[in-house]
């Protein structure tokens, strides 16, 4: 039932709202607060989907109340009522935040309007939020091991806050998944989550395709060309394999985060950027630093949340989720219904030795529903997924 709170001085006024509300539909709940103070202190005690303001208020106006919603619960709307002489400040309001306003004496149709399309709005606010919290399944975590289970719980906590993050583990563990539920569940998900593998790209590549460059800065630089920094401006970029990166390009990354600001190679003009760096590597990087390969400040810089993703080894009790959730996504890329293992293949599988880790789990059961029987046997593993 949607909850809506009406803070007005004049009590006829506050009737006459309440009335038409009440009446209009019973499904809404109204209360009321005779000044702004009182309707502030409801507001920071109960959950509200829709306030009616008065501007012109003792105590307290309705401008300040407004701009005191805003901090308390932002995602409140605010419909504002103004007198004849209030309109200037009302449409003012509209730049503060305000969904809309109504004039006195309030206008039924224009009343009830602008109500339902406010809870509308509101409605819609929260379903973002939900939609935010699902991250495509292209990046799920599959698992409820203690260790993935911590990491989901890391996940929740960190993902909303602008901390920078830094993901190890070995290769194969899905570093990118962790790195990609960061950024689905943030508050930059609308903005892209630009990736590199610094690993993948030269050396002396590395710094122009971070931080893009101007025509003529080097012999194939035949036009300018944004950066990776500059492509993820507002949302997310992952530096995958960061442990690779040259110590010249860690320099100007660490510039990067220090002053939020770039420079195309052979340009002398900064760019400001607002990205969020998310890091993985499958090094050990206090080793690199001792041995000189990777900047301590660098270092410092992005790990100032850790999450290690756990080796499959590690985590065997998810290992027939795993192959359950494989083995269902393979069929349906490849148009065949799902094949079935049968416990006693599962457990084979359980005891193998995965250094690979899942996406050689993967490898193994795509060959085992391409190779294998109508359903995946324990013989079908010891044929085809020898190690």
């Known amino acids: ?226 950066g990776k920094f500059e492509a993820a401006d507002g949302g997310t970029i992952f530096l995958d394999e960061i442990g690779d990166m040259s110590l010249a390009a860690q320099a100007k990354v660490l510039r990067a985060l220090q002053e939020n600001l770039v420079q195309r190679v052979g340009a002398d003009k900064d760019i400001k950027v607002n990205v969020r760096v998310i890091a993985a590597t499958n090094k050990d990087l206090q080793k690199e630093i001792t041995e000189g390969r990777f900047r301590e400040d660098l270092y410092h810089r992005l790990a100032v949340i850790l999450i290690k993703v756990p080796a499959l080894n590690e985590r065997r009790d998810d290992i027939p989720l795993l192959i359950e959730h494989f083995a269902t996504k393979i069929s349906e890329e490849q148009g065949n219904v799902a094949k079935q293992f049968t416990p006693a293949a599962i457990k084979l599988l359980q005891e193998y030795d995965w250094t690979g880790n899942i996406r050689e789990l993967r490898n193994v059961v795509e060959r085992l529903i391409i190779l294998g029987g109508s359903e995946i046997s324990e013989n079908d593993v010891k044929l085809f997924a020898s190690k």
């Open 1 to 226: 039932m949607p909850k809506i709170l009406i803070i007005e001085d004049e009590a006829a006024i506050r009737r006459v709202l309440t009335k038409i509300l009440s009446e209009e539909n019973d499904t809404y709940q109204v209360e009321e607060a005779e000044d702004g103070l009182s309707g502030i202190e409801k507001i920071k005690n109960e959950d509200y989907d829709l306030v009616l303001c008065d501007i012109k208020m003792p105590k307290m106006d309705g401008v300040e109340v407004l701009e005191a919603v805003k901090k308390i619960k932002p995602e409140i709307p605010m419909v504002m009522i103004s007198g004849h002489g209030d309109l200037e400040t009302a449409v003012n309001t509209m730049r503060l935040g305000a969904f809309d306003y109504i004039s006195k004496p309030p206008d039924l149709n224009r009343l009830l309007n602008t109500v339902r399309n406010a809870l509308d709005r509101k409605q819609l606010v929260v379903e973002n939020k939900i939609l935010k919290k699902k991250v495509s399944k292209n990046y799920e975590m599959i698992g409820q091991s203690q260790p993935i289970n911590h990491i989901k719980e890391m996940i929740e906590k960190v993902a909303p806050t602008e901390a920078r993050v830094l993901i190890t583990g070995p290769n194969g563990t899905g570093k990118e998944l962790v790195a990609h539920q960061l950024h689905e569940k943030s508050e930059r998900a609308a903005f892209p989550i630009v990736e590199v593998n610094c690993a993948a790209i030269p050396s002396e590549l590395i710094e122009s395709e971070l931080f893009g460059h101007v025509k003529g800065a080097f012999t194939s630089a035949v036009k300018d060309r944004a």
